[in-house]
């Protein structure tokens, strides 16, 4: 099982940025994905964006696409958010999650990005942006 915990959130001003960092530790196989969700109090956790170990595939809700990058660091084992031009309706706890596979599976369930498909979560990180 892989252990994860992220860290970068804070308060900022509509327009700022603010980068997220995910770091994986445990049993860390070979190809996986690592996925970016957020949750609003009241609504359903979605998908914000999804980079597979490889590197070969990155998606993004529509809603933040041109805005959001998703990365790997130099580290295996660490993802990152670079969240650009921040609107208020940014602000939700970000999650990141992780789910395991062959390279064809984690590259279905990276497209998609649906929570059932992720089994390891991290505690989230609070993203409040002021207007």
């Known amino acids: 099982q892989m252990h994860l915990v992220e860290s970068g959130g804070g308060l900022v001003q509509a327009g700022e940025s603010l980068r997220l960092s995910c770091v994986a530790s445990g049993l860390i196989p070979d190809d996986y994905a690592v996925a970016w969700f957020r949750q609003v109090p009241g609504k359903e956790r979605e998908g914000v964006s999804c980079i597979n170990s490889r590197d070969t595939n990155r998606y993004y809700a529509n809603h933040v696409a041109g805005r959001f990058t998703i990365s790997r660091g130099g580290a295996r084992n660490t993802v990152y958010l670079q969240m650009n031009s921040l609107k208020p309706e940014d602000t939700a706890v970000y999650y990141c999650?992780?789910?395991?596979?062959?390279?064809?599976?984690?590259?279905?369930?990276?497209?998609?990005?649906?929570?059932?498909?992720?089994?390891?979560w991290g505690q989230g990180t609070q993203v409040t942006v002021s207007s």
């Open positions: 999650a992780a789910t395991p596979g062959l390279p064809e599976e984690v590259h279905r369930k990276c497209a998609y990005f649906v929570e059932t498909d992720f089994g390891s």
